[in-house]
């Protein structure tokens, strides 16, 4: 089997962490049932965030402004994970591999130049 070249985003470890979070979200999401479609959604949106904000000149306002968006983004899904789990909606497994997925998502986009001071 052939490897196909990485995507361009891919070397930005913030982008890694949020495709690294989507199959838990996922699975969780499925879970939920029909609260859980939000967190899908939620996460593609934060993925189009990262990508514009990496389209953006760096330092530029446009790009902080779209990086900040993407880690208000995965913050909301945190608290979204944190009260499926305080609910006991989800097997507490499935509730910890999205809860570690997403805070490692939410450490590297907060780790981005003028995301935290946005």
Do not use: Y
């Not at 479609?37 to 446009?62: K, M, Y």
């Not at 900040?68 to 509730?95: C, Q, S």
């Amino acid at each position: 089997m052939k490897r196909r070249p990485p995507h361009p985003l891919e070397h930005h470890p913030s982008f890694r962490a949020v495709i690294a979070a989507a199959p838990p979200v996922a699975e969780l999401a499925h879970v939920l049932s029909d609260d859980g479609r939000d967190l899908v959604g939620a996460l593609a949106i934060v993925c189009g965030d990262l990508a514009q904000g990496f389209a953006a000149p760096p330092g530029s306002r446009a790009r902080n402004e779209a990086h900040h968006r993407a880690w208000i983004a995965v913050r909301e899904i945190d608290r979204a994970v944190t009260a499926a789990r305080i609910h006991r909606r989800a097997p507490a497994r499935l509730l910890a591999k999205a809860q570690r997925a997403i805070d490692r998502a939410d450490v590297m986009i907060a780790a981005l130049p003028g995301v935290v001071s946005a």
